[in-house]
């Protein structure tokens, strides 16, 4: 078989020759539709850019203390009923400065993004939300061995130049649960199953993200109310010594997040918080799921 040059493939796909090119091509002759100002019916609540990854440095009070990680942000600003659109390249240019300086991603570094936003887009209220896993070394019980964890991140700010910022930050990770009713029926054992635990929480005005690493302190108040942690490494003395400990502290999601609750309304840093628990059942086909919201 006798394939055709690369051009005649292209034509035989369906190219053609480019045509004779009337249009401005500098930027200060091209139409600026979306800076036409008219009545165009609405205000848009938000519009902007989403679904964004780009690598960023995080810092954390466990091993590994600085740490890559690959970040999805979501951007976007108000737009008022006269103005027909928003620049969206502006959302990138400022989140690749913001990249291109090595800062470590941080809720004060994040609110300086969202205040230069705020100034390029002329906008008076404007919203930025990031996700990313976090990582962090976790030792078996009784082997010691040592692997990597991962937690799922998101940071929500809420900007207006009249009234400041509102903060919500979110952890969500996995834990095992071991079901009371099981134990309590069964002659030799009981299910248990993987859940996860997501914790959103509101911040107060003098937070301080020097002193307080809340991403360990969020993880704390979900591992530490589970049946048992979840590990990376488990070796059969430590199999042993985590499913006892399963044993010993059985959990509906009803009481993990009424205890998951207990621990962060004792934060003094929290103002409020929304604490959600579902387990993979692992004898039933459907999920279990809690949930508690409380504003202090």
Known sequence: ?????????????????????????????????QNTHKDFLFDVNLVGVANVKQPVQIKSTSSPVNQTTVATFSMGAQLNRYAKGTNMSRFLTALEEFNGQNQTLSLASLKDLVRSLADRLNQDMIHIHVTFPWFYSREA???LQSAHNHSEIEISLNYSKTLGFKTELTLAC????????????????????????KMSVELCEDFDEDKIDWKNELLVA?????????????????????TEQAFENPRFVEDLVRLVAADLYEYDWVTAFKVTCQNQESIHLHDAVAKITYKK
């Open 1 to 33: 078989m006798k394939i055709p040059l690369k051009a005649a493939r292209h034509a035989l796909f369906g190219s053609v020759s480019p045509s004779v090119k009337t249009k401005p091509t500098e930027k200060e002759h091209m139409q600026d539709l």
């Open 141 to 143: 019980p009784t082997s």
């Open 174 to 197: 996995l834990v095992t649960t071991l079901c009371p009713c099981s134990k309590e029926i069964s002659e030799y054992s009981a299910h248990n199953q993987r859940g996860e635990v």
């Open 222 to 242: 979900a591992e530490s109310n589970a049946s048992a942690r979840i590990h990376p490494i488990l070796k059969r003395p430590d199999e042993k010594v985590v």
